[in-house]
């Protein structure tokens, strides 16, 4: 895959008063949108990238709709308008676009406002590869396997803990969870189960160290907020704590590549009651398999600049290059 993907990334105008929503981040990428600018950074930097569009893979549209959103003179209200101003200019200057109807075309996004940011411009909903990390395959913009899911991390200083750190038999508590109460299901988590002895809900931030919860719990809650994504995810699996998802018509990150069942619990919104039921019904046998292999892919949900093998850069990637085969058919 190294060898033979590569990509165009349309560029711009260092003089246009716009040029910060194009270029990469700069600085240490922070925050709940980070994995945009890690992306954009990482791939800025590595040898995918080609000066030569004639033998470009995919086209990268550069566009960072987050900076959009934060920039006032575009600001949320102006994120459609700028986008399809983006596309226009791509299908005006370039023959690219207009050569394959944009299937050979993509662009990333970690916000929310990703979910109709295109939406003045159909032919990317329909057409383009859309990396995004509110990938809800409930929702219409949204299309399984021909876009794909991007976990949002929450950056960590250091290392992953230790191995001996981690091991399960450490783990007293049998669930944990903190965080807003902003949804329909996190409330009904909350109201479940907010005063058990086994699974700890708490509303809000915790009074002690929030990777202690993570480290000291068996399994960590993934639960639908404003959107089915959230930091959460990768919270878990860096602290080497097995997920459970409670996100109906989420579309999991590098589902295409990784068998989740291997690591992770699926529950259904309506199956909230039966969560401490769900869990105990896992044997210590299936319990050490399934930690061990959050110890394996946890590499794969962290971000470095410059890339590393197989970190979430290299996922991404790959996601992009399952995808080349259905590119080359819409060519022909």
Known sequence: MRRKVKIFVYPHDKNDPYSNIYRAWETVPTGNYASEAYFKQALMKSSFVTPDAAEADFFFMPVSITRARIDKRVGTEGVKQFCQKHVTAVRKDWSYWNR????????????????????????????AI??????????????????????????????????????????????????????????????????????????????????????????????????????????????????????DYYDLPFADILDWSKFAVVIPHLNIPLLKKTLKQITPAQYARMHQYVLQVRKHFQWHSPAMEFDAFYMVMYELWIRRHTVRNSLQ
């Open 100 to 127: 394959s109807g944009g299937v050979d075309h993509f662009y990333l996004s970690c916000h929310s406002i990703a979910r109709t940011a295109m939406e003045l411009v159909p032919e990317v909903r329909h057409n």
């Open 130 to 247: 859309q990396l995004v990390c509110p990938s809800s395959y409930h929702l219409h913009y949204y299309i399984t396997h021909k876009d794909a899911s991007v976990p949002q991390i929450w950056p960590r200083d250091g290392n992953t803990p230790e191995a001996f750190r981690s091991r399960g038999n450490c783990r007293k508590r049998l669930a944990f969870f903190a965080g807003a109460i902003n949804s329909p299901i996190r409330l009904q988590l909350h109201k479940e189960w907010g005063n058990d002895d086994e699974i700890f809900v708490h509303k809000g931030k915790v009074t002690f160290p929030y990777s202690e919860g993570l480290l000291t719990s068996k399994f960590c809650l993934h639960v639908k907020g404003y959107e089915v994504n959230t930091a959460r995810l990768g919270d878990a699996m860096f602290y080497g704590c097995v997920p459970v998802v409670i996100a």
